[in-house]
């Protein structure tokens, strides 16, 4: 590979990193007197409710991640994906009240859950979003109250920030809380990419 085809491609990063950010700070922003709620869906509906957020044209964000089966690519066979919600049985809406009544008339969900801190609500999906679209092989964790606070400086997460867990079978984990749910994701890290 040459300079000039390397230097393309990290502008090409570059360019998706922003326009990532962009989208994220735009799907993330407050509405006035209308507040981000935690959407507690019925078991495996979250797709569905995210289909009628959709016809009822609610700003909504349903966290994925990629998902492959073990058999797939197994033998020949042709390997192959689906996207799986990140948190099982939740995701996010900006909704009033008749919204919220008519998502919750639709059968998917079981309860909204409110957000006393919308700051920091956004703040956590802000860093969930750019990570699970960054391509971040991103795995349910349980939340850290405890341990070092810390920033991404270089690589692809660069920006991210979190608490440092290390455990000695998993090496050290970015773990990104989602406090409203009690839970939180983690992608492995290079302790050379993090600043306290």
Known sequence: MNKGSAAGTGSAAAVLRYALEEEATRLLQPEEGTPWLALHTRPRCEKQADKHCLQLGIRHYLPLRRSEPAGSGRSGQRRYH?????????MF???????RYDL????CL??????????????????VYLASNLGAALTL???????????VISGPLAGLSGRISARKDEGFRLVLNVSILGSAVAVEVDMASVEA
């Open 82 to 90: 689906f996207e799986v919600p990140l948190f099982p049985g939740y």
């Open 93 to 99: 809406a900006v909704c009033n009240r008749q919204q």
């Open 104 to 107: 919750l008339q639709s059968g």
């Open 110 to 127: 079981v309860r909204t859950i409110e957000v006393v801190d919308q700051e920091q609500l956004r703040g956590e999906l802000y860093n």
């Open 141 to 151: 964790y349980p939340m850290l109250r405890r341990g070092r606070w810390v920033r």
